[in-house]
C-alpha cells in the first residue's frame, strides 16, 4: 500500500476520475466548487459502507432508524444555536473582491513566514534544500492537522525575531477557537494580507454555513438545508422513546444528506456543500452512563490522543485498551467507550488501516460548553490527520433547548423499585383571597410562585415568616404576596417515579470523509508490472464483487455469461459483466483499478466442461474448476 | 384486505401515527405541510423498498447507479426547461390572503356546484340521502383521478341548466392543460370565489415550484434543490457511456431526495414537498428500440387504459399482454414495453395488489412536446388512482439541450459493420483569398459557411452557381461570399461511424407514494378477534422480519433472548426483541400492527429443551420445535 508520507496525490485522483469513482457535479457546465456526483464504482462503494454501517450499527443493537426532512423550519435551528452560532468568519481582498476563510487566510501566511523562517536559518547553517523538505515533510506528519490543505502563502526565506515565531506558533496552535474579534486583532497585529495578490483584506465577517430558503409562495416562512441529521432526531424523541416501549437506554440513528455553505471549500471529497452523513443518538440515564455490552469490547486495544498530552504540547499517541481508558477515567464513561470500540471495530471492518487510525480527545477549549466529553476517530491521509467520525457526550442540551421552547416534556420517567421520600418546598394558595386578590393576574401570579428555586423559595418563606409579606417576579415585575394569601414550606413527597431528561452519546460519521480515506488506504501500485493501479478494498464493501469476462466475442460464450450471472445474482454477488473487446490483461487491470476481489474468464474449456478460471485481485493468482465450485468460494468470501 | 371503496381512511391514519411510519416533521414546533419523517417501521419499509428496488433493476441489469448533488446550479435547470415551466399557477384570496392553487380550486367550485345539481334533481326524483351517497361514492370510483384530494366546496342543491353543467363536465376533464390566461378566463366566466370564505380572488400567477438558495459567500451564484434526480444522470451520460465501455444500450439509476415546493400541499405522503425519487435512465438507439430481453416478459398481463379509450370519454380498462401490446402499436415499442413489464413485476413483488393497479397511457397534449409515449403505473386507493411510477420515451431531448448549450458532445459513436456512403452538401475553402478577404472574421465565416442546413447548402450552390456571389448569416448578419473564395457542392463520403444522440427510456418511481399505497393496500382487520389492525407486507419489505418476545422479565429467559437474537441477526433476519411487560396477546397485536410477519416466543419450555413457538401474522397459526429448526424456516422464508 502507498504510505502517507510521499504519497502520489495527483495519481489517485487520476484514477478516481478514469474509473469514475467521483467527479465534479455539473463538469460540462464548468463546476461548482465543493459539489461532487458519485459515478458507478463510488456510488457502489458508498451504498456499501452504508449498508455494513448500518448491519454494524442499527441492526446490531436494533437502534430505531429514522429518516427525518432535509428542509428545516427556522425556529428548530435558532433554538438550536445553528442559526447564531454555525459560522465561519470571511474576508475579501479590497481590490480583486477574491473571499478568503479568516482563520485559514492567517494559517497559510504565517505557515509560509515560519517557513520561510526555517529555510533561512537552515540555508544559514548550510543544509540542502533536500534536507529542508525532509524537515518540513516529518513535521507535517507529526501536526495535529484536522484541517484539509488551505491556499498556501508563498514561501520567502526570511528569518524571525525568535519571539515573533513564537506568537505565530501559538497563534496557530490555537486558530480553531478565536472568534471574530479576535480574528481581526490577529490580522491587524500580523498584517495579514491576501496571500495570492499581496492586496489588503478586509475585516472578518461572520458568515452563516447554512443554505437559506423559503417555504411555501408566501415567502413569509423562513427554512434551512439541515447542517446535520441530529435535529430531526431528537424533535422525535418523545416518539421513538414510546415506540421503544418507554425502555432506556435505546439509541435513534438516520444516514441522510446535510448542507454546509461553505466560504470557499478545497479538498476534494473532505470539505463539501453537501455531504451524506450518518448519525447515531443514544440516549442514556445521566446518573449512569454504564453500558450493558461494555464486557464484549473492553479489551480492544485503541491509539488514543488524550487533552492532557495534548495540553502538554505534544501529539504523542499511545495504545490503551478500551476497559483501561475508562477504568483510568481517559474516556468519561461505559458508554462512550463501547461506542469508541464499535467505531474501531466498523473502520478496521470496511478496510481503514489501524496504523493510520487514531482517537483524538477535544480539548476542553474545543468542545460545545455543554459537551461532556468528546473524541474524533482521524484518519491519517495525505491530507494529514482527517476528523472521520465525532463521538460526543452532548449531555442533556439538545432536548432541554428543544423542550424549553415548545413546552414539550422530553423526559423518561422512571418506575422506581421503591418509592423514595424527598423534601421539597411547597406552596399552598388561599384560593379564596387568591383569585379577589390578583384578578387578571392570579394565574400569572401562580405560575411564577410554583416555579421558583429552591433559594427563592427559602428567601420568600423568610420574608412571609418575618414581615408576612414577600414579593414574586411576574413578566419582570416585582408582585406583592402576603401570608394571608399564600402560604411556603418545605415538607416531604413521596415519589413513585422519577423524571430525567437523558444525556445524548452521538457518534457521528461523514461517510464522504471515510470514503475518501478508504480509496488512500486501499491504493498500491502493482510495481512487477507496467505501474498498475489496485484498490484493494475488502470485499464487503467493494463496488462490485466479480467480474465476469468472456475470452472473446465469440458467440459460443454468450450462454454461459447469462447462466453464470444469474446464478451470481441468485446468490447475491453484485456483478460487472465485461464483454468489451480489449485483451483479458487490460480488462484484468480495469478490474483492479475498480478494486473488485474477483474475475472470473469463461473460455473454449467453459464451454468443453463447464470450468471456468477465478483471478483474485490482490494476489493475481488464478484457479480453475467448475463454476459450481468457484460458486461456493466466493459465497463464502461474500 | 380493505377494500378502496369505504376504506376507513382515518383508521389507517391512526395507526400510521401510533406505529410511527410517519408523521409530520417538527411536530413539536407546530409542524409545517408537505415535510415527513419517518420513523423506525418507516424507515424500515421504506428502506427495504428501494432495496428491493435495486436488486430488482439495478441489479439485474448491471445498470450504473450514480449519486449526484441535490443542489443544482440555474444553468442547469434554465436548459432543462424547468426555470421557465416548472410552475403551478395559484391565487389569492383578495380578503384573508389565503393563497389557492387555481387548478384545485376550480376543481373544487365546479365540483361542488355538480354535486349539488346532482342532489336537486334526485331531491326532485324522490332519492334518499344514502342513495345519494351511493352514486356519488360510485362516480368517485370510476373517475381518473390523478390529484390527490383538493379542499371541498360547500356543496348547496341547486340544479344547473343542462349547458352550464356540460360547460363544467368539459373544463373539469381537462383541468390538468390550461395554462394561466385559460385559468384567468375559466375563473372569470365561472365566477369562481373562494370555496372557504366566498371572498374574490386574484388572477392567477405562475409560481415556480423550485426551492431558491444561493451559493458561497458572493450572493452571485444561483441553485435551486433539484425537482428530479434525471439531470444528474443526463449530465454525465458522457462518463458512464464511457464507464460502459461504449457499449449500447444501458441504463443509468439514482434513488434520491428531491424538492418541489408546492403551493398547498394536503393529502400526507402524496403530495409533499419533499421526496425521494428512484429513477432510470435507459439509452437506446432511436432507430432500434428493440430490447433482448423482451422475450422474457411478453407472456405477462398487463392491466392497461389506453389513450384511444380515454379520448373517447371512457375509463375502461382492459387486460393485454406486453407482446400484443406491442405488436398492436399500443404501447409504443419493446424498451418501453420491457420496461412497463418490469415494474408490474416490482410493483407485485413488494405487495401492490394486481386488481387496483393499471397503466394509463398519456393522451398527446398531456405528455412534453417532446415525448415519444408515456405510461402512468395507477394505484388505486382511498384518494383514487394515484400516478405512482411513470414511463416515458423522452427521446433525445435532454441530451441534445445540454450538448448545445455547453458545446460537449452527448453522443454515441457506432462503429459501422460495414462502411457506407453517404452524399453530403461540401465546403471547400480557398485559403489564399479567403483569410485576406475576411481577416478577424475568417473563423467566424468558416464556421458559419461549415453549419448551414441542406437546404441553405443548396441555396448557397445556386446563388454561386448564378451569380458567382451569395450571402451567409454570421452573428445576424449578413455577409456576402463569392466563388472565388468558396465552393459549394454535393459529394459522396464513406463514413465508418455513426454518430447519434439517444433515446431515453425513463422510468420514474415516487418512493413516498409507492410505500403509501402499499399500507392501504396491506392493511385489514382481524374481526373474530376485538378489531385488531394487521399490515399484511410480504415478508421481503416488512419492516422487521421477526419478533423475539420472552414470555416475562424472568431473569432465565435472559440468556435465550441473546444467544437466538445473535443468531437470528447472523442469518441477516431482521429483528426487534419486544420484552416489554405487556402481555404475550397484546405484543402479539403490536407485531400485528407493525407487520412483522413472524412472532418467536421464549417460555419455560424454552429453558427446559430448547424448543420455542413461532407465530405466523396472517394466519396466527403457531407450531413449536426446536430454534434451529424454526432458524431455518425463517431463513427460507427470507
Redesign the interface.
Known sequence: MASAENFDRAALEQLITK??FY?P?????GG??G??????????L??NIVSVWRNHFV??E?M??????????Y??LKTSGHVDKFSDY?CKDLKN?E?FRADHVIEAVLEARLQGDKEARSAKAGKTTEEIAADTAADAANKVDKKKKKKKGVVVAVELADDVRQSYEECLAQIDNFDGDELTAIMKKFEIRSPESGNELSDPKA?NLM????????GQ?K?F?RPETAQ?QF??F???L??N???MPFA?AQVG?S?R????PRSGLLRV??FTMAEIEHYVDPDNKDHPRFNEVKDIVLTILAKDVQLSGKTTTSQITVGEAVAKKIIDNETLGYFIARIHLFLAKIGIKNDRLRFRQHMDNEMAHYAADCWDAEIKTSYGWIECVGCADRSAYDLTV?SK??G?KLIVREQLAEPRTVELWQVEINKKTFGPKYKKEAKAVEEALLALSDDQYATLAQELESNGVGSVQVNGAAVEVGKENVTVKKGTVTEHVREYTPSVIEPSFGIGRILYSLLEHSWWVREDDEARNVLSFPTIVAPFKCCLLPLSGNEQFVPFVRKFSREL?AAGI???????K?SIGRRYARNDELGIPFAITIDFDTVQDGTVTLRQRDSTEQVRDSFENILKILKESN
Open positions: 474509473r469514475f467527479a457535479s455539473f463538469q460540462i457546465y461548482v466548487a459539489l461532487y456526483d458519485f459515478g458507478p464504482s463510488g456510488c457502489a458508498f451504498n441492526l446490531e436494533e430505531l432508524e429514522v429518516d427525518t426532512s432535509i428542509m428545516t423550519t425556529d428548530v470571511m473582491g473571499i458568515f443554505f437559506e430558503s423559503l417555504i411555501g409562495p408566501t416562512l427554512g438545508l430531526g424533535l422525535n418523545k416518539k421513538l414510546e415506540f416501549n418507554d425502555k435513534s444528506r448542507f455553505n461553505e466560504i470557499s456543500r453537501e428543544h421552547r415548545t414539550e445474482r453484485s456483478l460487472r459483466t465485461d464483454d468489451s480489449a
